[in-house]
């Protein structure tokens, strides 16, 4: 663990930060936010078409929901 000359303070707002970390990036990976920036930027780039798109939402179960303003948000 590193050491901290700044006090308990600053160690205790390391800490905490290094738990918010991880909890986000645990939700990241749990709902498969890292796949969809894979596919995204393959899209971007060529690398991927419809046939890509079509496979991850049905290898995904990704269901779309529309809202009121238009806006596409997925939920599960």
Known sequence: ??????????????????QIAGKI???????GLRELGQLEQDLVFGDAGMTDVIKFLTTKEV???VNFNGCISTCQ
């Open 1 to 18: 663990m590193m050491e901290f000359s700044c006090g308990p303070w600053l160690h205790a707002n390391y800490v905490l930060w290094m």
């Open 25 to 31: 990036n645990r939700i990241i990976r749990e709902s």
């Open 63 to 65: 269901k779309l929901e």
